[in-house]
């Protein structure tokens, strides 16, 4: 039992040291004009403009609007307007928010206060890196904006969405790799690794569970 114990101890580990393998600091990047491209997630390009943009189309509820509609084809509603989630529908579907303290690709990302939302783009140590909207200041007399910011848990609240009881939040999947051009090397090895990494994490959480009901003899 000491000797398995061990094990998930040292996995843990490995797992925590691949992810800060992956792009974990956020890329400072000028905004200079309107409707300028910072990032994008799966072909949907997060736009933003030099003026404020706290409604309408170059909001952070924008992009989480257009994100989950060209992809899934869903409707996004009461966006930082309740004290609660989102509310996710499609015609003819049954769509579900599940909250996970795990969060992967396409899961939706919402701060506890209900200000801001985003999109997961992959897990990181201590949350998630998202892509989003609107998160922009001035800086040395820059408007600036962040590429690849990780969005900590303990800001932020992470829902898994479900068509269905179908987790969209799927590392690859046909509403992806329709809308994707043809990435590079790196670009694919980037995702394997998350792929892996959030595979690894689930299996210790699992193992865990299974640990916690055997006693010691």
Known sequence: ??????FVAALAGLVFAALCVLPCSAE????TRD???VDELAGVPALYVTYPSDTGEYCCAGYVMRFYRELFGLSVTDINTVDGPPVFSKAGH??????????RRFDLAQTRERTHVAVVKYPAAGGAVVVEQNY???DGGRLVAERDRLAPAEEYVFYRVLIDGREIASPTSDHEAAKKPPRSGEAVLSEGLQSAVSGVIRFIQALRGLLAGVHPI
């Open 1 to 6: 039992m000491f000797i398995i114990r061990n």
């Open 28 to 31: 400072t990047v000028e905004i």
């Open 35 to 37: 409707g300028q491209q």
């Open 94 to 103: 049954t769509v579900t928010l599940e909250q996970t303290d795990s969060p």
């Open 136 to 138: 922009k200041y001035y």
